[in-house]
T-cell receptor
Framework: DAGVIQSPRHEVTEMGQEVTLRCKPI?????LFWYRQTMMRGLELLIY????????DSGMPEDRFSAKMPNASFSTLKIQPSEPRDSAVYFC???????????FGSGTRLTVV | DQQVKQNSPSLSVQEGRISILNCDYT??????FLWYKKYPAEGPTFLIS?????DKNEDGRFTVFLNKSAKHLSLHIVPSQPGDSAVYFC???????????FGTGTRLQVFP
């Protein structure tokens, strides 16, 4: 298994542009999570899906952020318009059951200039 | 409101000695706790976990202790090795949800 696959690994964009981050979870995992890592807040949960359905999006910072999971093997996190304060590392993770822990992707480092 | 707190942003330990990483939580509904380890440019990886029905779980050089009354857990690494140098995240969940709440992380450096 290739694990959780995120793309791109790095993204540099100008303020005001739309950014789309992509994630392919591990096959058979029914939960998918988007996290953002910053120095101040650590790993912050943005949204999670269970069986492709959004369950909790209370961590999404603003309406500029949106996430979709059109099928069991793909999810996107979109920021439109992007702002410099969105610069962070964004992680996607998937799991079968929390008790076994999540498997994280390698992350996307986003820089908004 | 930070429900899981790691108050030490960094820790430096000599090789062979014990490393103790601490974590506090505020939500009494949490009943499962995990530690993740993160190397630069990689995603966090699962290290060890503990259920609230236990107060200790051991896996090789890694032991996690849970003090429910104090809402505190700790990760002990004995003996510490240079390869243990990484950022360690504490995480917590409750049985009625799939989501993990993470702390801010502690950067451990093990020097020779």
């Amino acid at each position: 298994d290739a694990g959780v696959i995120q793309s791109p690994r790095h993204e540099v964009t100008e303020m005001g542009q739309e950014v789309t981050l992509r994630c392919k979870p591990i096959s058979g995992h029914n939960s998918l999570f988007w996290y953002r890592q910053t120095m101040m807040r650590g790993l912050e949960l943005l949204i999670y899906f269970n069986n492709n359905v959004p369950i909790d999006d209370s961590g999404m910072p603003e309406d500029r952020f949106s996430a979709k999971m059109p099928n069991a093997s793909f999810s996107t996190l979109k920021i439109q318009p992007s702002e410099p304060r969105d610069s962070a590392v964004y992680f996607c993770a998937s799991s079968q059951k929390t008790a076994f822990g999540y498997t994280f992707g390698s992350g996307t480092r986003l820089t908004v200039v | 409101d930070q429900q899981v707190k790691q108050n030490s942003p960094s820790l430096s330990v000599q090789e062979g000695r014990i490393s103790i990483l601490n974590c506090d939580y505020t939500n009494s509904m949490f009943d499962y706790f995990l530690w993740y380890k993160k190397y630069p440019a990689e995603g966090p990886t699962f290290l060890i976990s503990i259920s609230s029905i236990k107060d200790k779980n051991e896996d090789g050089r890694f032991t996690v202790f849970l003090n429910k009354s104090a809402k505190h857990l700790s990760l002990h690494i004995v003996p510490s090795q240079p390869g243990d140098s990484a950022v360690y995240f504490c995480a917590a969940s409750s049985h009625n949800t799939d989501k993990l709440i993470f702390g801010t992380g502690t950067r451990l450096q093990v020097f020779p």
